[in-house]
């Protein structure tokens, strides 16, 4: 998780799963991820570094 900067998703969390030999379906991973409170963090919101001035 550190390359994704700690953002957990169903997809991810499933890919990690099944390189541990876990086979599991995403709607499971995001039944359990639910039940354990975690939740997706989104991308910070992209701003426009342009001066306002235009």
Excluded: D
Aim: charged share 35%; hydrophobic share 30%.
């Amino acid at each position: 998780m550190q390359r994704h900067r700690h953002r957990l998703g169903t997809r991810r969390v499933r890919e990690q799963l099944a390189r541990l030999g876990e086979q599991v379906s995403p709607k499971r991973v995001h039944r359990l991820m639910q039940a354990a409170g975690l939740r997706c963090r989104p991308p910070r919101r992209w701003l426009c570094q342009r001066p306002t001035g235009r």
